[in-house]
């Protein structure tokens, strides 16, 4: 019920930062759970950060806890995802993803089409 466009991706060096955007279309989307997933080559997709409909509750992977932030600005229909302290290890395309439970992987149905992060070393 929502198209889901992300943007942000890019080259930067190790230690320095992105904020990628995503940009939502559709009704339904204050609704939603948000969230941002990534993979890199040769690895299976894997949860990066979510937040509920509100904002008031998120989930941070570990390896990315105290160095991403998620958040939302429902009145623009768009969630971010602020990465600081950038490593190669972050290197992977992300998804921006939208579902009805932020904390159940499986109820993330809807995907945008990615932007690729490279970090390098």
């Known amino acids: 019920q929502v198209q889901l466009v992300e943007s942000g991706g890019g080259l930067v060096q190790a230690g320095g930062s992105l904020r990628l955007s995503c940009a939502a279309s559709?009704?339904?989307?204050?609704?939603?759970?948000m969230g941002w997933f990534r993979q890199a080559p040769g690895k299976e997709r894997e949860v990066v950060a979510t937040?509920?409909?509100?904002?008031?509750?998120?989930y941070y992977a570990d390896s990315v806890k105290g160095r991403f932030t998620i958040s939302r600005d429902n009145a623009k229909s768009t969630v971010y995802l602020q990465m600081n302290s950038l490593t190669p290890e972050d290197t992977a395309v992300y998804y921006c993803?939208?579902?009805?439970?932020?904390?159940?992987?499986?109820?993330?149905?809807?995907w945008g089409q990615g932007t690729q992060v490279t970090v390098s070393s």
């Open positions: 993803a939208g579902g009805t439970n932020y904390y159940t992987r499986s109820s993330f149905d809807y």
């Open positions: 559709g009704r339904t989307f204050r609704s939603y759970a």
């Open positions: 937040i509920n409909w509100s904002g008031g509750s998120t």
